[in-house]
């Protein structure tokens, strides 16, 4: 014969089941994190009676208020997560005697991942008079269980959208990436002329950078190049320097001088980045029958002019300071060389021989200085360069994009 206090028993177990299975069919209805926390406070105050409930999660390193309810402001301020809660390893009653700032509350429960407090539900009942025993009692393992359940739920939650975002990212990151290496000259772009040989390396910090290098044909015996870096790296970097190419294919003409060209460029990247980016730059002519060379260095690392037949090296320096770090530029100093025959030219962006090695930055610029003073032709020094960039890489010590023009004339 069953009594009435086990027909109590079962029928609360039943209710306990059917609370569990609808919240199992809720979870995997896949409602949305704002739903799912509406129905869990419409449970714990409507079905089981607790007053007030207040949930704790823990994600990304930080402690996060996901829910509060029949919980005032001045209870939640006075909470520190990990000053008053996560001393606590078990269910805690604490109805008797509440710390000062958990007073309100009956029971605190903490909600572990693999060893790991992800969570802490923190219960109390607004009027226990009329309640006989408190719910938070009765029904407080049934609360842990599902605080398990929704906070399991909206961890998950939060990782698909994660990972979602980091896929539409990639996604993106990608697409970018081949917008930029379309926008960057390949081999089959750079122009072809007996008298002189080219050969180039772009290889981007994070698929997409602020380096630029570029190869327009002035005249039938005139060649126009630079090379170009954005300070900072990215996106941002990376959308300065497309719009900065746009320019200098827009201005850079057989009839411009360097000096008026640079002041140009340097106004548009004033209206493009509104001081909060610069560019450095190396441009220059050179004129395949006079074998004259006329250039501007602003502000960007002097490329390596090597005279073979000489043993002779020299730093190309002249011009002015980096593009965008003043309304007008005061004073551009156009530089001049003879190239004789033979010589080789190496151009190139710092993320070349800046290094990183522990937390200091070591310059590389003896290696490459080292790579291009021989006799040896241009292809055999890019192949080296290229060697010096992949050992670099596998020690993890270049930390920017890197753009190199290697020319023998």
């Given at each position: 014969?069953?009594t009435?206090?086990?027909?109590?028993?079962?029928?609360?177990y039943?209710?306990?089941?059917?609370?569990?299975?609808?919240?199992?069919q809720?979870?995997?209805?896949?409602?949305?994190i704002?739903?799912?926390?509406?129905?869990?406070?419409i449970?714990?105050?409507?079905?089981?009676?607790?007053?007030?409930?207040?949930?704790?999660?823990?994600?990304?390193?930080?402690?996060?208020?996901?829910?509060?309810?029949?919980?005032?402001?001045?209870?939640?301020?006075?909470?520190d997560?990990?000053r008053?809660?996560?001393?606590?390893?078990?269910?805690?009653?604490i109805?008797?005697?509440?710390?000062?700032?958990?007073?309100g509350?009956d029971?605190?429960?903490?909600?572990?991942?693999?060893?790991?407090?992800?969570?802490?539900?923190?219960?109390?009942?607004v009027?226990e008079d009329?309640?006989g025993?408190?719910?938070?009692?009765?029904?407080?393992?049934?609360?842990?269980?599902?605080?398990?359940?929704?906070?399991v739920f909206?961890?998950?939650?939060?990782?698909h959208?994660?990972?979602?975002?980091?896929q539409?990212?990639?996604?993106?990151?990608e697409?970018?990436?081949?917008?930029?290496?379309?926008?960057i000259?390949?081999?089959?772009?750079?122009?072809?002329h007996k008298?002189?040989?080219?050969?180039?390396?772009?290889?981007?910090?994070?698929?997409?950078?602020?380096?630029?290098?570029?190869?327009?044909?002035?005249?039938?015996?005139?060649?126009?190049?630079?090379?170009?870096d954005?300070?900072?790296?990215?996106?941002?970097?990376?959308?300065?320097?497309?719009?900065?190419q746009?320019?200098?294919?827009s201005?850079?003409?057989?009839?411009i001088?360097?000096?008026?060209?640079?002041?140009?460029?340097?106004?548009?990247?004033n209206?493009s980045?509104n001081?909060?980016?610069?560019?450095?730059?190396?441009?220059?002519?050179?004129?395949?029958?006079?074998?004259r060379?006329?250039?501007?260095?602003a502000?960007?690392?002097?490329?390596?002019?090597f005279?073979?037949?000489?043993?002779?090296?020299?730093?190309l320096?002249?011009?002015?300071?980096?593009?965008?770090?003043?309304?007008?530029?005061?004073?551009i100093?156009v530089?001049?060389?003879?190239?004789?025959?033979?010589?080789?030219?190496?151009?190139f962006t710092?993320?070349?021989?800046?290094l990183?090695?522990?937390?200091?930055?070591?310059?590389?610029?003896?290696?490459?200085?080292?790579?291009?003073s021989?006799?040896?032709?241009m292809?055999?020094?890019?192949?080296?360069?290229?060697?010096?960039?992949?050992?670099?890489?596998t020690?993890?010590?270049?930390?920017?994009?890197?753009?190199?023009?290697?020319?023998?004339?």
């Open positions: 014969m069953i009435q206090t086990r027909k109590r028993r079962i029928k609360l039943k209710d306990r089941l059917n609370i569990l299975l609808d919240l199992a809720t979870i995997n209805e896949d409602h949305s704002d739903d799912l926390l509406s129905e869990f406070e449970l714990l105050r409507e079905e089981l009676d607790v007053g007030k409930v207040l949930v704790y999660t823990f994600s990304d390193g930080v402690w996060r208020n996901l829910l509060s309810s029949g919980v005032t402001s001045e209870e939640v301020a006075r909470i997560v990990a008053d809660l996560l001393k606590y390893q078990g269910i805690e009653n109805t008797l005697s509440p710390p000062d700032n958990l007073k509350f029971a605190i429960i903490p909600l572990f991942h693999r060893f790991k407090a992800i969570g802490y539900v923190l219960i109390g009942d009027d009329f309640q025993i408190s719910p938070t009692i009765k029904h407080m393992k049934l609360i842990q269980i599902i605080s398990n359940l929704i906070i909206v961890e998950n939650k939060r990782m959208s994660a990972l979602l975002e980091q539409a990212m990639k996604k993106e990151m697409l970018a990436s081949r917008i930029q290496n379309q926008l000259p390949g081999p089959e772009d750079l122009p072809q008298n002189i040989s080219i050969h180039t390396i772009y290889q981007p910090h994070q698929g997409v950078g602020g380096d630029y290098y570029d190869f327009i044909k002035l005249s039938r015996n005139t060649i126009g190049f630079c090379v170009a954005v300070s900072g790296k990215g996106i941002s970097a990376a959308l300065l320097m497309s719009n900065f746009a320019v200098i294919r201005v850079f003409s057989p009839r001088s360097l000096r008026k060209l640079v002041h140009q460029l340097n106004r548009r990247v209206e980045a001081s909060e980016k610069f560019i450095t730059m190396f441009i220059g002519k050179y004129n395949v029958l006079t074998r060379l006329t250039y501007v260095n502000g960007h690392l002097p490329p390596l002019l005279e073979p037949k000489k043993g002779h090296m020299i730093s320096d002249k011009g002015c300071i980096g593009l965008g770090m003043l309304d007008v530029i005061p004073v100093e530089g001049k060389v003879f190239v004789s025959k033979h010589s080789k030219l190496l151009a710092d993320g070349l021989v800046e990183e090695r522990g937390n200091k930055i070591t310059s590389g610029m003896m290696s490459v200085e080292k790579i291009i021989n006799q040896k032709n292809d055999q020094n890019i192949d080296e360069i290229r060697s010096f960039i992949s050992k670099h890489v020690m993890q010590s270049i930390f920017d994009d890197i753009s190199v023009i290697g020319m023998e004339f």
